[in-house]
């Protein structure tokens, strides 16, 4: 039975969730990338070691990852307000965009295999890797389009992309907003509030697509694990703030150095999944 497991054998991975959890929330207040690049390879791994079927593993990874990011980012934007580094006027256009793109996300999601997942989730961890190695990253305009419309598609590819990867968004808008020459500081905080408006719609999304599905872990709501979630996101939503904090006072290179790094190392593991 995949699921019998004692609880002496199940306490490293109850302390490996809460850890998660931890580094989730300060890299999503650091970096503005999102805690869900970190958890959502974390419950692949653990829900293999569980003997959860493969095609259901991967859903049930971003289904879970989406779900803590709603506190996450709860917590994280009130830290970048109270900084004042969140662009209240962007916002307004990319949430609208993100939450529309997540929707649509969430709906492909549901009708895809967990291979399409891991693989969308190996692709884009290699590149952002790739932009994070750098010191400043790509560079494509002096600043963002004015249109409305043009900014607004930005933020719904992103949202699409971040519902199918399970992360919040920053790990996607925070080198998109980079590139446009926007403020560090500033496209960190928004980021962090841009995770709300994916991770709502993503997580209730998972959790209507997974109703009919059986061979998901106890105690789930759909592609949605509540123990997965009742464990990561208190961690993640006291360090968020910390990790707000600790963005305007360490340097940044090293930062985005050693997260491309571990963002290589996953991506790689991951297409050693797939091709396994």
């Known amino acids: 039975m995949p699921y019998d497991v004692d609880l002496i054998d199940l306490l490293p991975k109850v302390i490996a969730l809460l850890f998660t959890g931890g580094v989730a929330g300060t890299l999503a207040g650091l970096l503005g990338v999102g805690g869900g690049i970190v958890i959502v390879p974390v419950l692949f791994y653990l829900f293999g070691v569980l003997e959860l079927a493969p095609q259901s593993a991967m859903h049930v990874a971003v289904g879970t990852s989406l779900a803590t990011i709603i506190p996450t980012s709860i917590a994280s934007m009130r830290a970048h307000f109270k900084r004042?580094?969140?662009?209240?006027?962007?916002?307004?256009?990319?949430?609208?965009?993100?939450?529309?793109?997540?929707?649509?996300?969430?709906?492909?999601?549901?009708?895809?295999?967990?291979?399409?997942?891991?693989?969308?989730?190996?692709?884009?961890?290699?590149?952002?890797?790739?932009?994070?190695?750098?010191?400043?990253?790509?560079?494509?305009?002096?600043?963002?389009?004015?249109?409305?419309?043009?900014?607004?598609?930005?933020?719904?590819?992103?949202?699409?992309?971040?519902?199918?990867?399970?992360?919040?968004?920053?790990?996607?808008?925070?080198?998109?907003?980079?590139?446009?020459?926007?403020?560090?500081?500033?496209?960190?905080?928004?980021?962090?509030?841009?995770?709300?408006?994916?991770?709502?719609?993503?997580?209730?999304?998972?959790?209507?697509?997974?109703?009919?599905?059986?061979?998901?872990p106890p105690l789930s709501i759909g592609y949605v694990n509540l123990v997965g979630f009742i464990l990561i996101f208190p961690m993640s939503v006291l360090m968020a703030p910390v990790g707000a904090k600790l963005a305007h006072a360490l340097p940044r290179i090293w930062l985005r150095r050693a997260f491309a790094l571990f963002l290589a190392v996953t991506s790689v593991r991951m297409f050693i999944k797939l091709m396994g």
């Open 84 to 216: 004042g580094s969140v662009d209240v006027e962007l916002l307004k256009v990319w949430a609208v965009a993100a939450f529309l793109g997540a929707v649509l996300g969430a709906g492909i999601s549901g009708f895809v295999k967990g291979s399409v997942l891991t693989a969308v989730f190996a692709v884009v961890a290699a590149l952002v890797a790739l932009n994070m190695a750098t010191p400043n990253g790509l560079r494509v305009a002096d600043a963002l389009p004015v249109n409305r419309f043009k900014s607004g598609l930005l933020g719904f590819v992103i949202g699409t992309f971040s519902v199918m990867m399970g992360i919040g968004g920053g790990t996607l808008s925070v080198p998109v907003l980079s590139a446009f020459n926007f403020p560090i500081h500033r496209a960190v905080g928004t980021a962090s509030a841009l995770g709300l408006a994916i991770g709502l719609p993503g997580a209730i999304g998972f959790m209507a697509a997974g109703l009919s599905v059986d061979d998901v």
